[in-house]
């Protein structure tokens, strides 16, 4: 069986899916595979069907839903354990697992091989079709699709870090715009299209984009002070380099230094006030060299 959960909870054989439309059901089994391979014990699965208020016959009505999942899937899918449950899904079996798998390994390529750790990355973000496990309501099960919800958002922002220092500026474009709708508090995101938009050409835009992340800010945050992080403040003040402040933050946060960071003097400026095209420096503010077309 095939197990689907980077997006609503899907079971199939390959070619049909497998009709599990109990909620409890679901939330049974949405448990069961957030934790594939390992026990997951009555308690915790009785709180994530009930949320903390569960009836005097839980522990029934848990045994009730095992027994269906039982008859839906293979009869050596769903182990028994006295602690609890657990469920086997081999290594291609699960979308999750296979997202974590293809991800180490693009992770593994870098930095000798940037463009095969792109095609990784690639194959991993291709599993994803939505919110994970998306309608499933369940407090539990909600906190643990958060994580991989995360894991997805990051890997989406270090494959855009691969696309820009491999030069597809005008490729991402469309795309990063998209996903910027999409996780519209993602900073990171907002910061890799503002660069985008620099190195293409569009200043104006990229400025109007700095603006946008200030009102989302106000707007969906409702902070009293408005402004984006340092790191997208810097980004804003001129003499400053967008891919430069991008790999301090991620220095200081203890995190690797990505494609697009250098130590060399390729992010610093020339004598002309400009800087070099291949860096994926960009400043923007108030500065002449901000309404000179980007050079190609």
Aim: one cysteine or more; hydrophobic letters at 40%; glycine letters at 10%.
């Amino acid at each position: 069986m095939r197990f689907r959960i980077l997006g609503p909870l899907q079971v199939s054989d390959g070619t049909v899916e497998a009709a599990i439309t109990a909620g409890r059901d679901r939330v049974v089994l949405a448990m069961l595979l957030l934790r594939a391979g390992r026990i997951v014990g009555v308690e915790e699965l009785i709180d994530a069907i009930w949320d903390g208020g569960p009836p005097t016959t839980a522990r029934g009505q848990l045994q009730t839903c095992v027994s269906r999942l039982r008859r839906t899937l293979p009869q050596a899918a769903i182990l028994t354990d006295p602690a609890g449950y657990g469920i086997e899904a081999g290594e291609d079996d699960l979308d999750a697992t296979a997202f974590a798998r293809l991800l180490a390994r693009g992770r593994s390529r870098l930095p000798a091989d940037p463009d095969d750790a792109r095609k990784f990355f690639r194959q991993a973000l291709d599993l994803w079709y939505g919110p994970a496990l998306a309608g499933i309501d369940s407090r539990a099960v909600r906190q643990a699709a958060a994580i991989l919800d995360e894991q997805h958002a990051v890997a989406i922002e270090d494959w855009v870090d691969l696309e820009l220092d491999g030069g597809r500026d005008r490729d991402l474009v469309a795309e990063l715009t998209g996903l910027v709708d999409r996780f519209p508090l993602r900073e990171r995101l907002r910061a890799q299209l503002m660069l985008t938009l620099y190195r293409v050409g569009r200043q104006a835009d990229a400025l109007a984009e700095y603006r946008r992340v200030r009102r989302v800010l106000h707007q969906e945050l409702a902070r009293a002070d408005p402004r984006p992080a340092p790191g997208r403040r810097r980004l804003h003040r001129p003499g400053r380099s967008a891919a430069g402040v991008a790999g301090r933050d991620r220095r200081r946060a203890g995190r690797p230094a990505g494609p697009g960071d250098r130590r060399d003097g390729r992010h610093r400026q020339d004598g002309s006030g400009r800087t070099p095209r291949g860096s994926g420096g960009c400043q923007l503010s108030g500065c002449a060299s901000l309404h000179r077309p980007a050079r190609t």
